[in-house]
């Protein structure tokens, strides 16, 4: 079994953890990406407030990521999304359909404690499957 580490050009690493791992199954690959916030300015501090811009750029970088690993967000088949306030689902829920309107993945959605980037309100991770012959 062949297992990649996913870097995107330009992703600056923080630690010692991978983006994304791309694991060969043989007639598909499985992908999992990493937990994204909303990138960090400076100080480790969102570049926004706004829950709605946040939970976008989560979704353009998980993208991006997935790109890396040439499959798209039509390839998810599982996403968790942990919120600092399980009230912000009402703004994050609409704006996961647009992004999941083709793939339908299996959800989860928790109100967690916090996060290591300050001000963030939204974290998402992704599973997707990416068939050989796609």
């Given at each position: 079994?062949?297992?990649?580490?996913?870097?995107?050009?330009?992703?600056?690493?923080?630690?010692?953890y991978?983006?994304?791992k791309k694991i060969d199954l043989g007639d598909s690959y499985l992908i999992f990406v990493s937990g994204v916030q909303a990138p960090a300015g400076e100080?480790?501090?969102v570049v926004t407030e706004d829950v709605g811009e946040q939970t976008r750029l989560v979704f353009e970088e998980i993208n991006?990521?997935?790109k890396q690993?040439?499959?798209?967000?039509?390839?998810?088949?599982?996403?968790v999304i942990y919120?600092?306030?399980?009230?912000?689902?009402k703004v994050v829920s609409p704006i996961r359909a647009e992004y999941f309107k083709n793939s339908m993945p299996v959800s989860t959605m928790v109100e967690v404690g916090?996060?290591?980037?300050?001000g963030s309100k939204i974290e998402i991770e992704v599973t997707a499957i990416l068939d050989k012959q796609s």
């Open positions: 079994m062949k297992i990649e580490n996913i870097k995107p050009e330009g992703y600056v690493m923080k630690g010692v991978t983006p994304a100080m480790n501090e991006d990521i997935l690993a040439g499959a798209t967000l039509d390839n998810v088949v599982k996403a919120l600092k306030d399980i009230n912000d689902f916090g996060f290591v980037r300050k």
